[in-house]
């Protein structure tokens, strides 16, 4: 008989409930947050085994270890709880929400054979942040005694004594010590960049979605780690909601009284629009920056494209945001096919933001 088990995770200890499928509570247990304990407090249940737990810092090691040992193994996205709590009750909502399938959305983390890119992905992100972060701190320096700082001069080696001699001695002194924070972190992060492109090129799809308009070794490595299989998107419309792309109406009042009693007509009212907001948002960075690197450079169909939807008027906002989406469909259609971008078969079609 099917078990369904709950487990809410905190850093070091964990709560087990177990629920039978008519719904009845069977057991709940404390264990050590650990792998080895975790995996025989599984291994006592009977089988087949449901695992679901929140998604969180170990829910992607919790997934890894516990998937060879259960039917089926769901993290589900953290929920506002209500009225009275305790780790019990979360793991046996859990259970129970997975027993009679009201799950809301499932967070994706088979990692397969990118379990390593995804680190590396994360690594270099991070230390992009830092570097933005601490360029950032320098220009509030500059800023801070009236001192524009409208290029990247102000970064160079060659050029730092020149913009600290405009600083007081105190603030020259924060600058120096920062300057020496960005070459370090400057350093790290190119080491970081090479191993993720390295270890991207270890597969060879890397190589592939590199031809995708807009897109390099970085953002082809980011998204393969984002995405890993690209078959669980079935249509591109799947993969526009994932990343941010995908477009929704809201509205709000849409029915007022009609000349009988009891009939209701449809109010004229204002649908906003606008785009999803649960997505991923390195994705939707991603190809948002692919998109300006295609407009910028104008080299490609989707350039031309780009004008064509500004001439026809459409506000430059939504036509970058139309280019996205096409480099998005690409991106999906060259992955699942396995054949390299080429410009020549790309259809002349008239692109809107319902392509």
């Known amino acids: ?62 997934f890894q270890i516990l998937k060879p040992h259960a039917a089926e193994v769901v993290v589900a996205k953290v929920e506002n709880s209500r009225g009275q709590k305790s780790d019990a009750k979360d793991a046996f909502g859990l259970a129970e929400l997975l027993r009679t399938g009201k799950l809301g959305t499932r967070v994706f ?51 730092r004594t020149k913009w600290l001699k405009t600083l007081t001695p105190g603030k020259r002194l924060a600058a120096e010590k920062l300057y020496d924070e960005l070459d370090k972190q400057s350093e790290l992060k190119d080491a970081a960049e090479d191993a993720l492109v390295e270890e991207s090129h270890r597969h060879p799809i890397a190589r592939i979605l590199e031809t995708c308009p807009g897109f390099g070794p970085i953002r082809a490595a980011q998204m393969m780690a984002i995405v890993v299989a690209p078959h669980r998107f079935r249509t591109k419309r799947q993969l526009w909601a994932y990343c941010g792309l995908g477009i929704v109406t809201r509205s709000s009042s849409d029915w007022v009284p009609g000349p009988k009693k009891g009939d209701w007509l449809r109010a004229p009212v204002q649908v906003t629009r606008g785009l999803n907001l649960n997505h991923n948002h390195l994705a939707k960075a991603i190809l948002k920056g692919a998109a300006t690197t295609v407009i910028t450079k104008r080299t490609s169909e989707l350039a031309d494209a780009y004008q064509r939807l500004l001439m026809n008027g459409t506000k430059p906002n939504l036509a970058k945001l139309t280019i996205a989406r096409r480099i998005a469909a690409i991106l999906l259609a060259v992955w699942k096919t396995g054949e390299e971008y080429d410009p020549k078969k790309h259809r002349k079609q008239k692109l809107s933001l319902a392509s």
């Open 1 to 62: 008989m099917d078990r369904y088990i709950g487990l809410d995770v905190h850093a070091t200890s964990t709560t087990l409930a177990v629920l039978g499928p008519s719904g009845r509570r069977l057991k709940t247990a404390v264990i050590e947050t650990n792998g080895k304990a975790l995996i025989e407090a599984l291994k006592a249940i009977p089988e087949p085994r449901h695992v679901c737990f929140e998604e969180g810092t170990q829910a992607e090691w919790l």
């Open 109 to 159: 983390k088979d990692v397969g054979a990118f379990a390593t890119l995804r680190d590396l992905s994360r690594l270099y992100s991070m230390l992009r942040d830092d570097v933005v972060r601490t360029k950032n701190r320098i220009k509030s320096l500059y800023r801070s005694r009236g001192v524009a700082t409208p290029d990247g001069d102000v970064y160079a080696v060659k050029h």
